[in-house]
């Protein structure tokens, strides 16, 4: 992969292992080995498997010192690929250094599974054991595998306990991931005091695939975002990273956030006070309606002086109400051939613009983008509903939207026009009596979601509004529904109706 796509990040398609197993059902959320393990490791104990460190580790110490049987390491990598690496990794460390098996033999098994295993697990189990007993000769391989997502958080671990400039080697597999493993590899760049990793850290090394909310503080504190918007040669790059930060610091969530930011306080005035002498950019304007949001919500109060809270909200506000923002955004959706059109339907719900005829541009254009369709269905009056229901009717390929219905999520790129769907359906509670074709279609979706929007506007009509065919379409998804809850939900309907 190297050889095709370089030193990384890589490409999506570079990152299916080969022991990726395909997806049969549906209906059943799938959550990646490589979310779990950063779910795990942020949200949850990690777990212990003492049956499985034993069994290991009785297995290392046979290969290691006494003459092993020819398909010990085929055993061991067996063996391993059947636990959770994250589960046994420092619990294996500290039982081989208990048994004090010769550190060469371990580091040469460690390199056999990391470079020739086949399954996932075996591979981190090798990792852990080259970070245990390897050295500066690792570091290459390392920076190779760990620049697959799956294996980032092993190989991070390994470079820290390898190498002798150990934040430099995960500086540069940092900059090779881009999602879990860009978190995992920044994390332990926490404190580092490093002019160039500082400067990336505030321009770029906070971004990440999952939730830049995860490293925003880390980034504003390493990075000492307060000294970088205190020069007086502030460039354009930093200051979108600021914006970035500021707007993951302010959305709060999985990590520490904006009452946790010590230099909150003359950081959020700088912000404000270098975006009112620059040109608007709808970047710009998506980080001061992240902060304006944060400073206007009473959840999560600051400690901060009296009357700071109050100051700031007010300086922000008055920023977000010049007439240059609407400007900015209107003049942006006023195109509906630009990729990045959607980048302004956040910015203009917030300031209430009116989107309806510059989405509906846009889907006749694109009409698969669920985003957009979510947009225009939350910005709907019930006079735009009818005009709405026809313009789906139209533009989606109904077709393709029934199926065996599933009783889970559908999740993912192949099922947009799912959500799509499921969001015109919703819309058409307040109007009594429209879009029954869709209705109909939604009732024998594939989609959970599509098939309760469908139930819960129809419910929403009066009675008198609902045809007979209606209620005779909701009696025969019921008899197919897989989901016990809706399907009694459907029955009570039919009988009330």
Not at 58 to 68: F, M, S
Not at 92 to 107: G, T
Not at 332 to 356: I, K, S, Y
Not at 419 to 437: F, I, K, Q, T
């Amino acid at each position: 992969m190297s050889r095709t796509y370089g030193p990384g990040p890589w490409p999506d398609e570079a990152h299916r292992l080969p022991d990726e197993q395909p997806r049969t059902d549906p209906g059943t959320v799938h959550i990646p080995s490589v979310v779990m393990d950063g779910i795990r490791t942020h949200h949850f104990a990690r777990g212990n498997d003492p049956g499985g460190v034993t069994a290991m580790a009785d297995l290392i110490e046979a290969l290691v010192t006494a003459d092993p049987e020819p398909d010990d390491l085929v055993r061991l990598h067996d063996l391993a690929a059947e636990h959770s690496a994250l589960s046994v990794a420092d619990d294996l460390v500290d039982e081989l250094l208990r048994r004090k098996p010769p550190a060469r033999r371990v580091h040469a098994v460690g390199r056999y599974l990391a470079e020739r295993g086949t399954r996932r697990e075996a591979v981190k189990i090798g990792l852990v054991l080259v970070g245990a007993c390897g050295g500066e000769q690792d570091r290459d391989l390392l920076l190779l595998l760990g620049t697959l997502e799956e294996l980032t958080l092993f190989a991070v671990v390994a470079l820290m306990r390898t190498q002798p400039d150990g934040r430099r080697a995960v500086y540069g597999l940092a900059r090779r991931v881009t999602a879990w493993g860009r978190i995992h590899a920044v994390e332990r760049l926490k404190g580092f005091d490093d002019p160039e990793v500082k400067d990336w850290l505030l321009r770029e090394g906070f971004r990440n695939g999952i939730m830049n909310e995860y490293l925003a503080h880390i980034a504003a504190t390493t990075g000492d975002l307060r000294s970088a918007l205190a020069r007086p040669d502030v460039d354009d790059a930093l200051l979108a990273g600021a914006g970035g930060i500021l707007s993951g610091l302010a959305l709060g969530g999985p990590a520490e956030d904006m009452t946790d930011y010590a230099d909150a306080v003359p950081v959020l005035h700088r912000y404000a006070e270098l975006a009112a002498a620059r040109p608007p950019e709808l970047g710009r304007l998506t980080a001061l309606l992240h902060v304006t949001a944060f400073l206007v919500s009473p959840l999560g109060e600051p400690d901060w002086p009296d009357g700071t809270r109050d100051r700031l909200r007010e300086r922000y506000e008055a920023l977000v109400a010049e007439p240059r923002w609407r400007e900015l955004v209107l003049t942006h959706l006023a195109d509906p051939d630009q990729e990045n059109f959607t980048a302004g339907l956040w910015p203009a719900t917030r300031l209430a613009l009116p989107v309806t005829e510059q989405v509906i541009a846009y889907l006749r254009r694109d009409p698969l983008d669920s985003y957009a369709w979510m947009t225009l269905a939350e910005a709907c009056t019930a006079e735009d509903t009818e005009r709405m229901t026809r313009l789906a009717e139209d533009l989606l390929p109904l077709e393709r939207l029934t199926g065996e219905p599933v009783d889970g999520l559908l999740s993912g790129p192949d099922y947009a026009l799912d959500s799509a769907l499921e969001s015109v359906v919703d819309r058409l509670a307040g109007v009594p009596g429209s879009g029954l074709s869709l209705i109909g279609t939604a009732l024998s979706a594939r989609g959970l979601r599509s098939r309760r929007a469908a139930l819960r506007s129809l419910a929403r009509w009066p009675a008198e509004a609902v045809p007979e065919e209606a209620v005779d379409w909701v009696l025969a998804a019921a008899m197919a529904e897989p989901s016990e809850d809706l399907r009694q939900e459907m029955a009570d309907f039919v009988r009330t109706h």
